[in-house]
């Protein structure tokens, strides 16, 4: 049996989680201990490794308990299936990993290597996708709209836009190793760029900015994608977006 506090530790999660998650039935404890005290046996830490699992892979908590509780659940596929995808995340972190090498030699000057080399790692479309996804944080003809003005542009034109918008996120990056403030004309400037570059796809107003910029650090595969470039740039491009909306009302 695991007291709260030990099976917190092992699992790296703090108290308060597991408070949180037997209060939403997501984990219970197995028993109380005559002090009134949360016991946890091995079921129970098997059953939150699975939460965790699950967590990593970005499923709402919700969606995790309907998953455990089916009657067709079984542990040994769930963590077949788990080993899977962790392999295809550790296959694909590697390429991250070597790009941001890569672009940090980039951003400074030691390395003479192709624009296109900074993004091995990023899907093909991905650019195209997350647009698309941030749409329907609105209205679902925009949507509509937008894949018709994609479709429109042909495979080359495509390419094209997606290769703009991704250079953009290196001269954010550029911006940030320079410290360039967020006031600057630099950084207005590439803000500028990256509103225009999003009207290829909609065109959002000026009050949608902001919150779509935001997005792009409380998205984790947005913030995984950004920050693997430069640690830190997704917020960083939240609140470049920010200050421009705020200069642009005031």
Same mark, same amino acid.
């Given at each position: 049996?695991?007291?709260?506090?030990?099976?917190?530790?092992?699992?790296?999660?703090?108290?308060?989680?597991?408070?949180?998650?037997?209060?939403?039935?997501?984990?219970?404890?197995?028993?109380?201990?005559?002090?009134?005290?949360?016991?946890?046996?091995?079921?129970?830490?098997?059953?939150?490794?699975?939460?965790?699992?699950?967590?990593?892979?970005?499923?709402?908590?919700?969606?995790?308990?309907?998953?455990?509780?089916?009657?067709?659940?079984?542990?040994?596929?769930?963590?077949?299936?788990?080993?899977?995808?962790?392999?295809?995340?550790?296959?694909?972190?590697?390429?991250?990993?070597?790009?941001?090498?890569?672009?940090? /030699?980039?951003? %400074?000057?030691?390395?003479?290597?192709? @624009?296109?080399?900074?993004? $091995?790692?990023? =899907?093909?479309? &991905? #650019?195209?996708?997350?647009?698309?996804?941030?749409?329907?944080?609105?209205?679902?003809?925009?949507?509509?709209?937008?894949?018709?003005?994609?479709?429109?542009?042909?495979? /080359?034109?495509? %390419?094209?836009?997606?290769?703009?918008? @991704?250079?953009?996120?290196? $001269?954010?990056? =550029?911006?940030? &190793? #320079?410290?360039?403030?967020?006031?600057?004309?630099?950084?207005?400037?590439?803000?500028?760029?990256?509103?225009?570059?999003?009207?290829?796809?909609?065109?959002?107003?000026?009050?949608?900015?902001?919150?779509?910029?935001?997005?792009?650090?409380?998205?984790?595969?947005?913030?995984?994608?950004?920050?693997?470039?430069?640690?830190?740039?997704?917020?960083?491009?939240?609140?470049?977006?920010?200050?421009?909306?705020?200069?642009?009302?005031?």
């Amino acid at each position: 049996m695991y007291q709260i506090h030990e099976l917190a530790a092992r699992a790296g999660i703090t108290v308060r989680t597991l408070h949180h998650y037997d209060r939403m039935g997501l984990l219970h404890p197995s028993r109380h201990s005559p002090a009134g005290h949360r016991l946890y046996d091995d079921d129970a830490a098997l059953r939150l490794q699975q939460i965790l699992f699950y967590r990593e892979l970005g499923l709402p908590l919700a969606e995790i308990g309907a998953l455990l509780d089916a009657p067709d659940f079984d542990l040994l596929r769930a963590l077949e299936t788990h080993r899977e995808e962790l392999g295809k995340r550790i296959v694909r972190l590697q390429r991250l990993r070597r790009t941001v090498d890569n672009t940090m /030699a980039y951003l %400074k000057g030691e390395s003479g290597m192709e @624009k296109a080399g900074i993004f $091995d790692g990023f =899907t093909p479309g &991905e #650019e195209e996708l997350y647009s698309k996804e941030a749409e329907k944080m609105y209205d679902p003809e925009t949507v509509r709209e937008s894949n018709r003005r994609w479709k429109g542009y042909g495979a /080359a034109r495509q %390419k094209e836009i997606l290769e703009e918008g @991704k250079l953009l996120y290196i $001269d954010f990056a =550029t911006a940030m &190793e #320079e410290n360039r403030g967020l006031e600057s004309k630099e950084v207005e400037a590439i803000v500028e760029r990256w509103r225009k570059n999003l009207e290829h796809y909609w065109t959002p107003e000026l009050e949608q900015l902001e919150p779509l910029a935001r997005h792009y650090s409380e998205d984790s595969r947005f913030k995984e994608n950004i920050d693997s470039i430069k640690p830190g740039l997704a917020e960083f491009i939240g609140r470049a977006v920010g200050v421009y909306v705020a200069n642009k009302k005031a």
